[in-house]
């Protein structure tokens, strides 16, 4: 591994917000913000007007403060649109819908360069044209002058395409419990991060640019899935909720998980390796990837893309891996718990 370059000088502060100003922030971001497929209307009035072709809106919100989800020394502006936008379409996709806008909410310091802030806007709208979505609008306002911080709020809208949503609620007993995406990658790259290093580069930048599934998720719910969430905290974790809603025991299968997510050997086991890490772990409890986990009827044909990771089984509600608690095998491989505490 080796050690990432110093940080470079700051952007020249007469480029900053204080001094261009609320609309001339505004007006360079959304030169960088792409267009939504369903804008009516889009950026620059009081509101933006949306078409809702499926009758239904889905909704959600993720907050991501610096210092807690990302640094400015680890992620370029870039990387922070990208991460914020993922967090976001993930959970539409994690519904069975394809998302179609995004409003973001933003606080940041008034020295705060305006090519940053363009930076963070083009990072979005890369992570969004794939689907057709785009900024749709949104807010800017200083933060508070002791923090220093940058807060983003954003909230995407998607759209169901006439499919019913899949809840975390809808799991049964004889259920196969399957994943789609990469688990452990933003953990281990973290990791990395944290101990100074910046490669290897894969696993740096999954932790920098998350890649959800995004397609996975429309085609769980076309295939039959009876539940489903995104993977944001840690496998066992966000397995424990979907668990929990269900009223059901999700049993993981050890030796398939492996195979599934550490073979054949790559950047978690060599990473670990140096750190003296179980990489399972990180597969396990680490969050941030945003893979998709889901159950479907044992009669369904998995879509391309999902793998059998599970069964559903009756029984108190909770997470079990080959048998043994979650909570157990977290202790086992050296996590100390199931996946990201929020206000721990």
Same mark, same amino acid.
């Given at each position: !591994? ?18 261009? @100003? ?8 959304? /030169? ?13 009035? &009081? ?5 809702? =072709? ?54 940041? #310091?008034?020295?705060?360069? *305006?090519?940053? +802030? ?5 990072? !979005? ?20 002058? &002791? ?12 759209? +169901? @395409? ?11 007993p004889g259920d196969v419990v399957a994943v789609a995406g990469r688990l452990g990658w933003s953990a281990c790259g973290l990791a990395v991060l944290r101990r100074g290093f910046s490669s290897p580069l894969a696993a740096v930048?999954?932790?920098?640019? =998350? ?6 998720? #429309? ?6 899935? *009876? ?5 944001s905290d840690g496998l066992l974790a966000d397995a424990g909720h979907l668990a929990t809603d269900s009223g059901v025991v999700l049993d993981l299968d050890r030796a398939t998980l492996v195979r599934a997510t550490l073979e ?14 179980? #990489? +399972? ?11 998709? +986990? /889901? *159950? ?7 879509? &391309? ?9 009756? @029984? ?10 979650? /909570? &157990? ?16």
């Open positions: !591994m080796t050690r990432p370059r110093p940080l470079g000088p700051r952007d020249d502060l007469a480029d900053s917000v204080r001094v261009v @100003g609320e609309f001339g922030v505004i007006a360079r971001v959304l /030169a960088r913000s792409g267009a939504a497929r369903v804008a009516e209307v889009g950026p620059g009035d &009081d509101a933006a007007v949306l078409r809702v =072709p499926d009758g239904r809106v889905v909704a959600t919100t993720d907050v991501l403060v610096e210092g807690r989800h990302f640094r400015r020394d680890w992620s370029s502006a870039e990387d922070v649109g990208h991460k914020a936008a993922a967090a976001n379409l993930a959970d539409v996709a994690a519904m069975g819908g394809v998302a179609t806008a995004l409003l973001v909410g933003l606080a940041c #310091p008034a020295d705060t360069p *305006t090519s940053w +802030l363009e930076g963070v806007a083009a990072g !979005m709208a890369a992570e969004c044209a794939p689907l057709g979505a785009a900024v749709v609008g949104g807010d800017t306002v200083a933060s508070a002058p &002791d923090s220093g911080s940058v807060v983003l709020s954003v909230t995407a809208l998607g759209d +169901l @395409g006439g499919r019913a949503p899949v809840l975390r609620s809808g799991a049964r930048a999954a932790h920098r640019r =998350p890649t959800p599934p995004y397609a996975a998720g #429309p085609a769980a719910a076309e295939a039959g899935a *009876t539940a489903m969430c995104d993977v054949p050997p790559g950047p978690l086991q060599q990473v670990a390796a140096a750190l003296g890490a179980d #990489p +399972l772990a990180w597969v396990l409890t680490g969050g941030e990837d945003h893979a998709l +986990l /889901a *159950t479907f009827p044992p009669s369904a044909t998995l879509p &391309d893309g999902w793998v059998a990771i599970g069964r559903v089984e009756e @029984g108190e509600p909770g997470v079990s891996v080959s048998g043994e608690p979650a /909570a &157990d095998v977290a202790v086992a491989v050296g996590a100390g718990r199931t996946g990201h505490v929020h206000f721990g």
